[in-house]
C-alpha cells in the first residue's frame, strides 16, 4: 500500500506557495480546500440536495470574477501572431473548444437523432426534436400525458467523449438529464443522472447561477459576472491560453511595443507546479493512502488523472519529475500525439540496464497493458486511461 511521500508534500507546500502567484483567475487561486471540493463536484455531482453550503456552488463562486477582469486578458487569438506553433496545435485541440454558445439559429444534427433513452425506474422517457432554430430534449412521463421541453443553449464538451446541455433562462440554468456521447453515436444518461441517482426534475439537474458557475468555471479562460448572475457575453469561453499563462495583455501590448507588462503567471519550472496547474481543472491530487480519495471509487479514479498519477511508483519515486507534460504536449490533443511518443517517454526511464525494465521483457505497448482504458461510468460509453501506472493495473489493490 502506497504512502504519502516526499513528491506529495512538496507538492502540497507547492500549492500555498503557488496560490499567490497564479492569480490568472480566482479559480487556480481559490484554496485547495474548494479546489478539492471541485473534485468531488464535477461531472458526477449529486446537484441541489446539499445541505449548506453547496459544494458546487463554492466551486463555482471561487471562479466567479467581476465584469471587466476580462480586460487584462488578450484571448487566444492574438497570440497566433507571434506564436504559430503552439497556436496551431491548440486550435486543434479540446481545450480551443470545450463549451459552446448555440447560436440563434444554429441547429445542431445530433438532436435529429430518431433514438429515445428511458427511465423505466421513474417511467419517463426521453426523446430529441430539432427544427425552426431548436435543439430539444423532451422528456414525457405519466405515459405519454405529461410531456416538458428543455431547449439546449449551452453545449460542454468538444465531442471526444460526450457532449452535455444546459438550458438557461431567467431564473438559471438545468443540466440536461441526457447527453450526446459522439465516439458511440448515441444519446444516453448524463454521468451521474441515470436511472436510480437521486432524482430532481424529469428535464435534469435545475443549476442556480452560482452552481452553473462550476461548469463554466473549468470550461473558461474568465468567467464573469456574480453569484447571481453570470456575465456570459464578457467571460472568455474555452480553456485558452491564458488559463494556463496567465492574464497576457499585458505581454501582448509589450511585445507589440505599446506597453511593459509581461506574462502575468511566471514560467513554470517543475513538476509540482505543473501538477497544480493542470490538476486545477483535472482534479487535485489528495493523500495517497486515501483509499477511495475523494469519495471516487477505484472505477472512477481513471476519470482524474492527478489522483491517480500520484499513487504511481513513477511518480512517488521520480521525486518532482514527473508530471503532466512528461507525456503530455499541454498544446496538443491525445489524438495528436501518436502512441509511440506516449512510449518513448515510458522507455526514457524504463530502457536502459541501470533502470528498471519491463519483466515481461515487452519493447512496445506499454500504455494498452500498464495504463488501459477504463469505463468511469457504469456503462454509459466513457472511458478513460487509467493514471495510477502499476505492474497489474487490474488487480485491486
Ligand atoms: C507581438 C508578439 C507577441 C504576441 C502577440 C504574444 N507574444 Fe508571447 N512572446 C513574445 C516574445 C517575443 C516572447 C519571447 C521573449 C520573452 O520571453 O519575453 C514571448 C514569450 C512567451 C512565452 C514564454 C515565456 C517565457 O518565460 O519563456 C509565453 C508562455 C507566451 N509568450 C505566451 C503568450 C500568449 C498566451 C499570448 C497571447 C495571449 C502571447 N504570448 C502573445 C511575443 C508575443
Ligand atoms: C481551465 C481548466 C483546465 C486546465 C488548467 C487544464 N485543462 Fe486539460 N482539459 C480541460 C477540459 C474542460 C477538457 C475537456 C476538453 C473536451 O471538451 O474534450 C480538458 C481536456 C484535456 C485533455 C484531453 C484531450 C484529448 O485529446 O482528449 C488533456 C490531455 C488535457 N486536458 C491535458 C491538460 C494538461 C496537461 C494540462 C496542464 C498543462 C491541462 N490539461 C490543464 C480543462 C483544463
Ligand atoms: C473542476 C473542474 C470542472 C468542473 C467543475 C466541471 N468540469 Fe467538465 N471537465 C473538466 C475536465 C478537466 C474535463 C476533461 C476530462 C474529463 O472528461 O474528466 C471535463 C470534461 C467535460 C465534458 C466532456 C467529457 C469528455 O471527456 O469528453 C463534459 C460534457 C463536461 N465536462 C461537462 C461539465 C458540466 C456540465 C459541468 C457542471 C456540472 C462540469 N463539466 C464541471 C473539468 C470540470
Ligand atoms: C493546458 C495549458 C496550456 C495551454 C492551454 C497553453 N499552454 Fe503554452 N505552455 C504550457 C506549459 C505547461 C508550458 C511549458 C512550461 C511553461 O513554460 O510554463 C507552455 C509553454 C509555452 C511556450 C514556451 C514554449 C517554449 O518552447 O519555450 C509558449 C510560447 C506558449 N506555451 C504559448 C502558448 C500559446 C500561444 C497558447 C495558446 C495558443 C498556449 N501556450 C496554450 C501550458 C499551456
Ligand atoms: C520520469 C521517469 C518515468 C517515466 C516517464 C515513467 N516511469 Fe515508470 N517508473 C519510474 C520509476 C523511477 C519507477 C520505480 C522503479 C523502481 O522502483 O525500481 C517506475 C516504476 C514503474 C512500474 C512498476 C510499478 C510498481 O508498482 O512496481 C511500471 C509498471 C512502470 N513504471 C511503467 C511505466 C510506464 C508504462 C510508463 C509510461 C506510460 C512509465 N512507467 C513512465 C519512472 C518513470
Ligand atoms: C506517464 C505518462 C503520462 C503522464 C505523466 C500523464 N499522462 Fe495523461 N495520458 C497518458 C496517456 C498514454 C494517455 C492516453 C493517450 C491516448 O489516448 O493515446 C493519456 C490520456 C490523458 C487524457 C485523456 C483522457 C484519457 O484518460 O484517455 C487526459 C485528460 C490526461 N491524460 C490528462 C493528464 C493530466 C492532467 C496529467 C497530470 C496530472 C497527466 N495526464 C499525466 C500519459 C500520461
Ligand atoms: C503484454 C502486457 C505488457 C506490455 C506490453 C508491457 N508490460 Fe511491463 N509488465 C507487464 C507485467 C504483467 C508486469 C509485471 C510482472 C510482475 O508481476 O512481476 C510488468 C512489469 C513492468 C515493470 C516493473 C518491472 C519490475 O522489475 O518491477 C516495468 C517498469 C514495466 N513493466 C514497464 C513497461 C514498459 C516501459 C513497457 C513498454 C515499453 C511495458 N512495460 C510493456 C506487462 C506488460
Known amino acids: 500500500m502506497v504512502k504519502t511521500n516526499f513528491t506529495l508534500q512538496q507538492l502540497n507546500g507547492r500549492l500555498k506557495s503557488l496560490k499567490n502567484s497564479l492569480v490568472t483567475r480566482t479559480g487556480i ?20 440536495t446539499f445541505d449548506v453550503p453547496d459544494p458546487q456552488e463554492m466551486v463555482g463562486v471561487s471562479w466567479i470574477k467581476p465584469v471587466g477582469s476580462e480586460a487584462a486578458f488578450a484571448g487566444s487569438k492574438t497570440c497566433a501572431d507571434c506564436h504559430a506553433r503552439e497556436s496551431r496545435s491548440y486550435f486543434a485541440s479540446p481545450h480551443s473548444r470545450t463549451l ?103 428535464l435534469g439537474d435545475p443549476y442556480s447561477p452560482a452552481q452553473a458557475a462550476a461548469c463554466f468555471g473549468c470550461h473558461t479562460t474568465v468567467l464573469t ?8 457575453t464578457h467571460s472568455l469561453l474555452n480553456v485558452g491560453c491564458e488559463s494556463c499563462h496567465g492574464a497576457a495583455r499585458n505581454h501582448v501590448d509589450s511585445a507589440t511595443g505599446d506597453g511593459a507588462g509581461q506574462l502575468v503567471t511566471p514560467r513554470l519550472h517543475n513538476g509540482p507546479q505543473i501538477m497544480q496547474l493542470c490538476s486545477s481543472c483535472h482534479r487535485m491530487p489528495v493523500a495517497t493512502d486515501d483509499a477511495k480519495p475523494m469519495g471516487a471509487s477505484e472505477s472512477q479514479l481513471a476519470r482524474f488523472p492527478g489522483v491517480a498519477l500520484v499513487r504511481s ?66 456503462r454509459l460509453p466513457l472511458r478513460f486511461h487509467n493514471h495510477w501506472i502499476r505492474k497489474d493495473p487490474f488487480e485491486m489493490t
Open 29 to 48: 487561486a481559490a484554496s485547495v480546500v474548494v479546489v478539492l471540493v471541485a473534485a468531488s463536484v464535477c461531472y458526477f455531482s449529486v446537484n441541489g
Open 100 to 202: 459552446h454558445r448555440i447560436a440563434a439559429g444554429e441547429e445542431r444534427p445530433e438532436f435529429a437523432a430518431k433514438q429515445t433513452v428511458t427511465d423505466d425506474l421513474n417511467g419517463v422517457r426521453y426523446s430529441l426534436r430539432k427544427g425552426e432554430g431548436k435543439n430539444q430534449v423532451v422528456a414525457a412521463s405519466g405515459g405519454g400525458a405529461n410531456t416538458e421541453v428543455g431547449e439546449a443553449r449551452w453545449v460542454f464538451g468538444s465531442g471526444t467523449r460526450a457532449r452535455t446541455y444546459l438550458t438557461q433562462n431567467d431564473s438559471g440554468f438545468l443540466q440536461l438529464r441526457v447527453t450526446y456521447y459522439p465516439p458511440a453515436k448515441m444519446w444516453n444518461f448524463t454521468p451521474g443522472s441515470g436511472p436510480g441517482a437521486p432524482y430532481h426534475e424529469a
Open 225 to 232: 459576472g456574480t453569484r447571481k448572475s453570470l456575465d456570459l
Open 313 to 378: 511508483r513513477c511518480f512517488i519515486a521520480s521525486a518532482g519529475k514527473l508530471s503532466c507534460i512528461t507525456c503530455h504536449n499541454p498544446h496538443q490533443s491525445t489524438e495528436q500525439q501518436k502512441p509511440s511518443s506516449f512510449e518513448s517517454k515510458c522507455l526514457s526511464c524504463h530502457s536502459t540496464a541501470h533502470q528498471t525494465t519491463c519483466s515481461e521483457g515487452k519493447k512496445s505497448g506499454c500504455i494498452n497493458c500498464h495504463m488501459p482504458q477504463e469505463s468511469v461510468a457504469g
